[in-house]
């Protein structure tokens, strides 16, 4: 089995926050939406490979530019070193920031339901929808109301074993799914850097997770 890697979510601008989870990440993700501008100072101290992620405030997070600006502040992140850009399957200018991002850039596509899990057969449709469109990662997260909304998003890497995708469930009843993620074929999970800072419900902390895994010496 292959040692789960953990994507630690940059969420602030204060370094001191990014110093404290440098020797535990695999890779970050940096959320440019809550990060604000001086996302570009902390890239001095980025020692691992990143994603650029800014998301819009009917996805979740806190832009409140234009979709235009967004794509230029993703596509200006690519151009500073970020080896990822994620962008949601919903974008309206979805083919033209496929496009330029992949310039210099792999693509992640993600879909966000913040309501429920859907059944395993439209998961698999909207995953399929993301490689056709480009994609080198899928990323599905669904919100778990019950166990068993885990086990449904946990399956979902086992159908598309040859393809990269990250599937978790959103909340505290989601919780194992990132736990369990990496573990059932996720090419990786997400975690806060620290607790307060966390970018969606239900998520753990990078030191939190690498506890986890090392009580099962799975590091």
């Not at 080896?83 to 596509?109: F, G, N, Q, W, Y």
Request: aromatic share 6%; charged share 25%.
């Amino acid at each position: 089995m292959n040692k789960p890697r953990i994507c630690t979510v940059i969420t602030t601008a204060d370094s001191g926050i990014l110093r404290e989870v440098a020797g535990i990440s695999d890779l970050y993700e940096l959320r440019l939406d809550l990060i604000g501008k001086d996302w570009q100072r902390l890239l001095l101290l980025i020692d691992k490979p990143w994603i650029a992620t800014c998301r819009s405030a009917r996805e979740g997070g806190k832009w409140n530019g234009s979709e235009q600006e967004r794509s230029h502040e993703l596509i200006k992140a690519c151009r500073a070193g970020a080896c990822m850009a994620d962008i949601e399957l919903t974008s309206p200018i979805l083919e033209k920031l496929v496009h330029e991002i992949k310039k210099t850039a792999r693509l992640v596509l993600s879909y966000h339901n913040f309501e429920l899990t859907p059944p395993i057969e439209e998961l698999v449709l909207l995953a399929k929808q993301g490689f056709v469109h480009g994609a080198d990662i899928v990323k599905i997260a669904t919100t778990a109301r019950c166990l068993e909304d885990n086990l449904t998003v946990l399956k979902l890497a086992r159908v598309f074993k040859n393809r990269e995708i990250v599937s978790m469930a959103m909340g505290e009843a989601g919780i194992c799914s990132r736990i369990l993620g990496p573990l059932s074929g996720n090419t990786f999970t997400y975690a806060a850097a620290a607790c307060g800072f966390e970018s969606a419900s239900g998520q753990l902390t990078t030191s939190q997770l690498r506890k986890i895994y090392s009580l099962f010496e799975l590091l």
